[in-house]
């Protein structure tokens, strides 16, 4: 028997990197919209080729997923060039954000704001790109103080490493093995939500000694996909560690960190890369994450899939088998 779970939520389309959120009593996932193209693969990422955002929406756990239709495309952002990423969703002063990272007309990720009065879009891009921004991934965390926090950032396609300086240096390689891993970045979003309040803050992630996790620490360094959520006054900040497929959970008593490594969540799915988000719907929480089974292994064609996570009474997060229960991958 398979698993109620461990299905694409949606065929029609290749989607990827969901960020999911209850809005208006609905499940809303806004997930990348990978297209379906034979190109060249690469650790740059040029084989992610996305251009534009379907903002998916369900009723509930177990309804059918709604494709609400084309959200956001590249032909309307002004500043961006190509490469609509992974985006994230937030709702705060009576409108709904969408903030998605774009390649700028010079080549560099930027991070841009679009907003709309319906969860569902469409979305009217800002002019220009968020000042300060860079890198990918953005995802947003409103507080239950209303303020809200914006975390950020990806190795190699995602050029991270190429910001360590505060000015992007396009040769600037990642730190060496034996050095402290880069972390994701944090800023705090302005009250209108369309600027930083102040310059973006690296992360620090460590382990129960609090030594700063490696970079040569494959199983445990952040590469990129970060999350954060709540859960019974803790931060959860939630990330990929990339080369070794993983995702992996740390906590902290701040939205700031620093974070204490915890564990695995999720272990490698099918395909390369793995982006998830974490959401509670009627008093259970969710783990929404993409691997590419609807295209047999092919990285650039993955699909939205969801599964119930399970929080141990120690607070940490019990690991999930993606494929435990099911007869095969698909």
Known sequence: MKSSFNQPIVTHIYTADPSAH???????????????????SNDNGDQYRMEDYHVL?????????????????????PWASSQLWAPDAAFKNGKYYLFFPARDHDGIFRIGAAASDSPAGPFKAEPNYIPGSFSIDPAVLVDDDGKAYMYFGGLWG???EKWQSGAYEPQREGPASCEPALGPRVAK???????FEAEPSE??????????????????RYFEGPWVHRYNGLYYLSYSTGTTHKLVYATSGSPTGPFVYRGVIL???VG???????????????????????S?????????????????DDGTIRMIEPYANAETGA
């Open 203 to 220: 992360i620090s992630i460590v382990d129960e000694s609090g030594n700063p996790i490696l970079a040569g620490d494959e199983d445990r």
């Open 158 to 160: 995602g050029q991270l």
């Open 57 to 77: 929406s369900m009723e509930g756990i177990g309804a059918k997923a709604i494709d609400e239709g084309e959200a956001l495309h590249l032909r309307d952002v």
């Open 267 to 269: 272990p490698p799915v």
């Open 22 to 40: 209850v809005f208006e009593g609905k499940l809303y996932i806004y997930p990348s919209h990978d297209l379906d193209h034979d190109g060249p």
């Open 296 to 312: 047999g292994g092919v990285n650039h064609k993955r699909c939205v899939k969801y599964t119930e996570l399970h929080y141990n």
């Open 272 to 294: 390369w890369t793995t982006h998830h988000s974490i959401v509670e719907f009627d008093g259970k929480w969710y783990l929404f994450y993409h691997d590419s089974s609807l």
């Open 189 to 195: 979003l302005s009250e209108d939500m369309l600027s």
